[in-house]
């Protein structure tokens, strides 16, 4: 069976093979202690057998509501914020046409994002479209309470019932949310929605391979049973093979160990843009797991070749507290040969005839040399093919290494307290009622 692969040997000059081997006992116990719920967070790790526990039933259920919703909307708006809706992005801009926008595809709805900022001109524009489109809404809040999506859905339930009816409203709209807690789940009941559940045990970011995460993308006309045998596949290897071949216990030890150096910023690098969302998604899996306590690696991301034109000075010389983990896919699914010219003033015949891939991966394999050179550690995931399997496998790779990760930085990687911050001064701006303490205090700040 072929998995993705990880690499660590362009690390070897800034850490040892001992130092990153010296977290092997430990990772093995963190593993345990995530299947087996014994260590911080354990009310959140429903997430790590969640690919072979999916039914069926389930993946049939959200394949005929993704049908039904095929057949009445050109457009699927999903509300949802972080957790709620990154996964999903992820996964269809990797798989989708890169032009997607133009509806090429128009067999499946084009997916579209609300609720994931509070910007009054995107939701103007959004509400603009929509008047004269075809659509549905699947709202997704693991809570039920997040204010962006809540504002979204307002403002789009409105448009949808005025241009649909009421009736014909409730058909199109799916509510994936808590099976009993929160607004959205009150709501979803009250006015007879389809819903799904999102576990109890699985929190917002590693929700993609539940419903959340499964009906945008089933609705996009991507495979969801390929995606879920892929992240079955990895959780199958992942916990249990040894940790001298495990990548996600080597990418989890490899991290640890730089971050030891004073490496405290890890970039993933792409070489294919279809991947931007995939680095969206891992920064929120990283970020919201591993930053507290004061302690944890600052997840960035940039998309190569067009950032080694802007960031890519910065990596080369910049201060040295970086390393670079780079995904790249080992065939692309089309093919493309770069022409014969009879002028040759760009003096690039030397390279007629030969594929863009193969200057894509001098690219990516020079840069790796280069960053090395400059003092970046350099990792790498390959995966064999842009794909739902290998999509699914890199998915839960990064799952488990997170869990294993924040184990060994002594975190509970499955909570997230700094972010309350913000809402609680936004709201005691907005002096929402039960803020009027907070409210004044805050005003007299400003
Ligand atoms: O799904 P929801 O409950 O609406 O939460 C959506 C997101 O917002 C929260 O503030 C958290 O920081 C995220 O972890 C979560 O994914």
Redesign the pocket.
């Known amino acids: 069976m072929e998995h993705i692969k990880l690499s660590f040997e362009k690390s070897l000059s800034f850490v040892s093979k001992e130092e990153i081997f010296k977290f092997k006992e430990e990772s093995k116990k963190h593993v345990t202690a995530l299947r087996e719920g014994t260590g911080k967070g354990n009310d959140y790790v429903g997430w790590v057998d969640l690919p072979s526990k999916i039914t069926e039933e389930e993946l049939n259920d959200i394949e005929a509501t993704a049908l039904s919703l095929k057949e009445k909307v050109e457009v699927l708006v999903v509300i949802?914020?972080?957790?709620?809706y990154?996964g999903a992005k992820a996964v269809n801009d990797a798989l989708a046409h890169s032009f997607d926008q133009l509806n090429i595809d128009n067999e499946n709805p084009l997916v579209l994002y609300a609720g994931q900022n509070i910007s009054e001109d995107y939701l103007f524009e959004l509400m603009d479209i929509l008047k004269d489109l075809e659509f549905g809404i699947c709202v997704?809040?693991?809570?039920?309470?997040?204010t962006e999506?809540a504002i979204a859905f307002r403002l789009l339930k409105e448009l949808l019932e005025e241009n649909v009816g009421k009736e014909e409203a409730r058909e199109r709209i799916i509510a994936i949310?808590d099976a009993s807690k929160?607004a959205l789940r009150t709501l979803a009941v009250q006015e007879g929605y389809k819903t799904f559940v999102?576990p109890d045990d699985v929190?917002?970011?590693f929700?993609v391979l539940t419903p959340?995460g499964l009906l945008p993308i089933a609705v996009a006309g991507n495979d969801i049973k390929q995606l879920v045998k892929g992240a079955k596949s990895m959780q199958e290897y992942a916990l249990s093979t040894p940790f001298e071949e495990n990548p996600a216990l080597l990418y989890a030890a490899t991290r640890n160990a730089l971050y030891a150096k004073g490496k405290g910023i890890e970039i993933l690098a792409n070489y294919n843009p279809k991947l931007h969302n995939v680095a969206e998604w891992w920064k929120?899996l990283y970020g919201?797991s591993e930053g507290k306590e004061n302690k944890g690696i600052f997840p960035a991301s940039v998309d190569f070749t067009s950032d080694l034109h802007s960031m890519g000075q910065y990596i080369q010389e910049g201060q040295r507290n970086i390393f670079e983990t780079v995904i790249s896919i080992a065939k692309p699914n089309h093919t493309v040969f770069i022409p014969e010219d009879k002028d040759n003033l760009d003096k690039l015949n030397f390279l007629a005839g030969r594929r863009i891939d193969a200057v894509n991966k001098m690219a990516e394999l020079g840069t790796q040399l280069a960053h090395v050179d400059g003092g970046v550690p350099n990792l790498r995931i390959e995966m064999p093919q842009l794909n739902e399997f290998f999509l699914g496998e890199l998915l839960y790779f990064f799952e488990i290494a997170c869990g294993v990760s924040g184990y060994i930085l002594d975190v509970n990687p499955f909570d997230?307290p700094g972010?309350?911050a913000y809402?609680s001064n936004m709201f005691a701006l907005l002096e929402k009622p039960g803020f009027e303490e907070e409210t004044k205090k805050i005003k007299e700040r400003l």
């Open positions: 949802g914020i972080g957790g709620s990154l997704i809040s693991k809570s039920g309470t997040t999506p949310t929160g999102i929190g917002g970011r929700s959340v929120q919201e997230q972010v309350e809402k």
